[in-house]
């Protein structure tokens, strides 16, 4: 089935730039991509025709004009129209270029040649229709933690919970490094097509990659037995109120990797995490943005 997409354009001042990616990430966009105009910064956001309507848009754009006045910045130019699904695909990705995440990462897209020569871990990524292509600040802060806590201390039998999957990066990223098995789950049909299919790109097993669409309680379904690690980078409203299921798939010894946060917003969650009997071991932050290391206690 082909999909009609919004292509929203935003040219802003650059300041605004990680404050219009959490906006788009809440509205529900899906490939985002941005370019440098000299001192302004060009933004592309894709979401479904079916998802959305022209009020919807005129909304966003006044939310972003209210955004830039508090900052004391020039009010972004937005614009949208209609496009194709391949034309959406050919729109976006020409933006997007390999990407060396952390010490051992190499995100690549799937659609390039692979480089003759790499001591990189390549990881090959389509994202397709669903968010996560590995250049937001908080899939990298995710992915250097997944690199910290596994391609340290290797664990070949351990067990990890992705919850929000969207491409499917994280969950692959821990493959990569060795873990025995992942449990990915997504509300979002087209991020569970996207994650199988990146699964696949980069030779991962369907049996050591389970990827099911559903919330946090289908996940506590899905799994036979506590997980040894969790990985999350969804919204901090999300995050907020999944944390009191967490304690229901971990072991004594489960760490999660939280992200998806706003400084603003680390407070609070952090309240929350200590409330449900989780420890904040380190906090990294990247612009605007945070990634809790958690311990169970």
């Not at 979002?188 to 309680?217: C, F, H, M, W």
Request: net charge negative.
């Amino acid at each position: 089935m082909a999909y009609n997409w919004w292509e929203i354009r935003i040219l802003c001042d650059q300041s605004l730039e990680e404050v219009i990616f959490w906006r788009l990430d809440s509205f529900g966009c899906r490939g985002t991509a941005s370019q440098a105009k000299g001192n302004d910064c060009l933004i592309l956001a894709y979401l479904p025709e079916e998802q959305t309507q022209l009020l919807d848009l005129s909304a966003l754009a006044l939310n972003l004009r209210q955004d830039s006045l508090c900052m004391n910045l020039s009010v972004p130019v937005m614009d949208w129209h209609l496009i194709e699904e391949e034309d959406w695909a050919k729109s976006w990705k020409q933006y997007w270029q390999p990407q060396e995440v952390g010490d051992h990462f190499l995100i690549h897209p799937a659609w390039l040649a692979l480089p003759e020569e790499s001591d990189k871990i390549i990881l090959r990524l389509d994202p397709g229709v669903a968010f996560g292509t590995g250049t937001h600040p908080t899939t990298e802060l995710c992915l250097e933690s997944l690199e910290m806590r596994l391609g340290w201390e290797p664990n070949p039998e351990a067990v990890i919970a992705d919850i929000g999957c969207g491409s499917g990066i994280l969950s692959i990223g821990a493959a990569l490094l060795g873990v025995r098995q992942i449990y990915a789950v997504d509300i979002d049909p087209l991020a569970i097509r996207s994650t199988i299919n990146n699964g696949k790109l980069n030779q991962i097993k369907a049996e050591k990659l389970i990827v099911e669409q559903g919330d946090i309680e289908h996940l506590i379904q899905l799994l036979p037995e506590p997980v040894d690690g969790i990985v999350c980078n969804i919204l901090a409203e999300v995050i907020v109120d999944i944390i009191p299921y967490l304690k229901v798939i971990a072991k004594p010894t489960t760490w999660g990797i939280i992200s998806g946060i706003l400084l603003e917003q680390a407070k609070s969650v952090a309240h929350t995490l200590e409330q449900n009997g989780w420890v904040v071991a380190t906090l990294w932050k990247r612009e605007e943005w945070c990634c809790f290391n958690i311990r169970n206690f």
